[in-house]
């Protein structure tokens, strides 16, 4: 089996901060986040003379949620504005890249929902752990897009 070609996971989440803001900026210190996902909604449709049930796709979208953590630099103006987002339950932003895999890469619109401090290990930074809910579909990036390009 050939392994030559197999990407590596390396990603980045960038925000835009404000709508004035002309270009997205990358969330520091960033430890994990899981990728967005646009799963199809499927109806259960049994016809009175079948056997089985069979899916059908349906035009609709469910919001999906993702979790991320970062390690806190509360003057980061980055993290302040996740932080301005979560307190005024405001939308931002999102572009989620990955740097060996471009054609991977996602954007979206997202209210960050949750957002709480983890203190507990005294032996590491104080950590942010949040919830994003996708409002909004994820679209393909271009390639050819800044943030992508990077």
């Given at each position: ?58 035009d609709f979208t469910e919001d999906s949620e993702i979790e991320f953590e970062y390690a806190l630099d509360a003057t980061n103006p980055v993290h302040m ?70």
């Amino acid at each position: 089996m050939s392994v030559e070609n197999l990407v590596d996971s390396i990603y980045r989440l960038f925000v835009k901060t404000a709508d004035e803001a002309p270009s997205y900026t990358k969330l520091p210190h960033l430890l994990k986040c899981e990728p967005p996902v646009k799963d199809p909604v499927l109806d259960d449709v049994t016809a009175t003379d079948d056997r089985r049930t069979v899916k059908v796709p349906v035009d609709f979208t469910e919001d999906s949620e993702i979790e991320f953590e970062y390690a806190l630099d509360a003057t980061n103006p980055v993290h302040m504005a996740i932080q301005d987002a979560f307190d005024n339950r405001t939308e931002l932003d999102f572009k989620y890249v990955y740097v060996t895999a471009p054609k991977m890469s996602r954007g979206f619109k997202a209210m960050v929902v949750k957002l709480t401090p983890d203190a507990e290990d005294k032996k590491k930074k104080m950590r942010m752990k949040g919830t994003l809910s996708i409002t909004s579909d994820p679209t393909v990036l271009e390639t050819s897009d800044p943030v992508v390009a990077g």
